[in-house]
């Protein structure tokens, strides 16, 4: 039997979905032929989930509301669970390619998921060129963020094509549990909420007078929670202005002046997608030409990239773009657990400089400032206020910025979301077939209807692009801008390792 109450940050992002705002995030995993020339089917992929769904409990918990949203919902064992529901099969129109893949995935990323079952999908679409398979899966933000997800992927991928079958559950229990299944020193390993053991029963649907038995009993906690978090912030101000002498000796904050542009107002329920490759040696022939970390190069490619977007449009921004860039909070304590564990960086891309030098070297800077800021800063607050605000409040906010068309008329909090998830870097398989690559597709909000999100595995950055459907028709010129601008980058790297001719260096013959 199993259920849990879900945190701040999960039941917040469950609250802030929207008719236009689907906070789901996708995946999608390109899958070769396996060793006998067989393609990946439906029923091998069902199969390959049926034998390993126990070891990730909420694949088989559906949401309990908390009656008038006055607490975060619960997860708890679904008592009429359908894998069939959740692992479905599709085929592409022909020829099977990237144009049709991502209109594919652009549909499912414009549905919602259902939220009387359990929050995830696995889409096996057939059709693809050269014989190949994808499997879409999608799985809502509320019980995950980048990092969790690519260890809940980590389930269902194998360093062989046929390894041995995996025994005890991964997720729910942090620290007590190897993926071998032997216990760390000094833990004792619970009994495992195994499905497929004799005499298991999922947890009964709690009723609303439960519910409201419980709630009673917490509000008090609720009140002191927003007082606490309220306190907290204040306490935290003053501590950012005046512990090194006031404003002056404080990092200042980011830029708050993001610019509006034409991807910046309300969205539509409606998506696009487009998918890329960014090649990691060339990324690392860069930074080592020209300095800083491959997160610094990823976002100097994206600076470039958006500044090639928009020269695309006949568009310059007045001012240079702000990025939000999703950071992890989790601990070594926390791996191999579901849920948010996350905070934000704000990021300011200086993509109105016209050199990709300039831009590099400005973008770097940029993100140590960033990164100074966050360390700065208490991110206990964020989580204590999401912890303490209510579905009811979150909700309410959230419709209301969609009515009434917000970001039509006010500055947008940031102009798009970049997220560089890394990935392994040895050979992958599903189901006994080869990985070729895996795309990941992050969630667009209200007021920004661009989402570019990338993963590394096996020496490629693989670049999933989000947009809204009516603010970013042209998304294909997102991937063909980024590709450009690595390009760009690529020629000033290696022109600043050319030996200089003795007549240019000063030095006499």
Known sequence: MSTNRLGGLDGAFLAMESPTAHLH???????????????????RVRTMVEDRIHLVPPFRQRLVEVP????????????????????????????????????????QASLPLDRTRPLWEFHV?????????????????????????????????????????PLLPLFGHPRTRRRDGTADAGHAVPPSDDPREPGWRPTPLPGELEQLRELLGTLPGQVEGVARAFSHSFRAARRFL??????????????????????NRAITP?????????????IDEVREALGGTVNDVVMAVVSGGMRNFFAHRGEMPERSLVALIPVSQRTELEQGTLGNRISALLVDLSDDLPSARERLDHVRAEMAL????????????????????????????????????????????????????????????????????????????????????????????????QGDWDLVPDIEEVATGLRAALAELLVVARRSRRPVPWWHSGVPA
Do not use: W
Not at 242 to 263: A, N, W, Y
């Open 242 to 263: 005046g512990s090194r002498g006031g404003p002056e000796s404080s990092p200042m904050p980011v830029r708050l002046d993001v610019p509006k542009t034409s991807i």
């Open 270 to 282: 409606h998506r696009r997608v487009a998918l890329a490759e960014l090649p990691l040696a060339e």
């Open 25 to 43: 995030i996708l995946g999608v995993l390109i899958l070769d032929a396996d060793a006998e020339g067989r393609r990946v089917d439906l029923n």
């Open 68 to 107: 008038f949203g006055l607490q975060h919902p619960m997860l708890v064992d679904d008592p009429d669970f359908d894998l069939d529901y959740h692992i479905r099969r599709a085929s592409l129109p022909k020829p099977g390619g990237r144009k049709e893949l991502s209109e594919y995935v652009a549909e």
């Open 370 to 465: 960033a990164k100074e800021q966050h360390r700065s800063l208490d991110q206990g607050i964020l989580y204590q206020f999401a912890e303490a605000a209510t579905p009811a409040v979150l909700a309410r906010v959230s419709r209301l910025m969609t009515n009434f068309k917000v970001f039509d008329h006010l500055q947008p909090p940031c102009n798009l979301v970049v997220s560089n998830v890394p990935g392994p870097g040895i050979p992958l398989y599903v189901a006994g077939a080869r990985l070729l690559a895996a795309y990941p597709v992050g969630p667009i909000m209200e007021g920004t209807g661009l989402n570019i999100t990338v993963f590394s595995h096996e020496g490629v950055l693989f670049t999933g692009i």
């Open 125 to 165: 679409v057939e059709g693809l060129e050269r014989s190949r398979t994808a499997v879409v899966v999608k799985i809502h933000h509320g019980i995950i963020d980048g990092v969790s997800a690519s260890e809940i992927l980590a389930v269902f991928l194998d360093p062989e094509p046929h390894p041995p079958a």
